[in-house]
């Protein structure tokens, strides 16, 4: 583990409660990459990173609609952030940042398990990578706003 993803593990283990509530601090749970941690979400964003690396440059191809309850789930959750933003705003909750990021990256990997990114299809291919590019980007701007930077390769 880097220092990056050190740093994620400890952000994390502090923001992934609310400040008025007591915290278990275990170096177990917090260091877990396929937990609720930080690591799991750095891991998210190298993950749909390397996705995008593999595909190349985005083609220009015609939407194709993404319909199945993984993507739709995603696309919901993207639009989201915006308001989760405000919440934690309004209510001085980093939490609320937090977890809205790790509820993203296990819908994102729940999303890549279950269908193939890069394809023969390309109108298709094209769509899903506009979506992974929504990740990142959103992940990107969510652990910046914890402080943290995210690393493409782990």
Avoid at 13 to 36: C, E, M, Q, Y
Avoid at 59 to 71: F, G, H, K, Q, R
């Amino acid at each position: 583990m880097d220092q990056k993803e050190a740093l994620a593990a400890l952000i994390f283990a502090d923001f992934n409660s609310k400040r008025h509530k007591n915290t278990v601090f275990d170096w177990d749970v917090i260091l877990n990459p396929d937990g609720d941690t930080g690591p799991y979400v750095m891991y998210t964003f190298a993950r749909a990173s390397s996705i995008l690396r593999k595909a190349g440059h985005m083609t220009n191809e015609a939407w194709y609609p993404l319909e199945s309850d993984e993507e739709q789930m995603l696309i919901q959750t993207l639009e989201d952030f915006p308001k989760i933003i405000q919440i934690s705003l309004s209510t001085f909750e980093p939490s609320s940042i937090a977890n809205y990021l790790i509820d993203l990256s296990k819908l994102f990997n729940r999303f890549y398990q279950k269908h193939q990114v890069i394809q023969k299809d390309l109108n298709l291919q094209s769509s899903r990578l506009k979506l992974v590019k929504a990740t990142t980007i959103v992940l990107m701007s969510g652990l910046s706003l914890l402080g943290l930077k995210p690393v493409e390769e782990l």
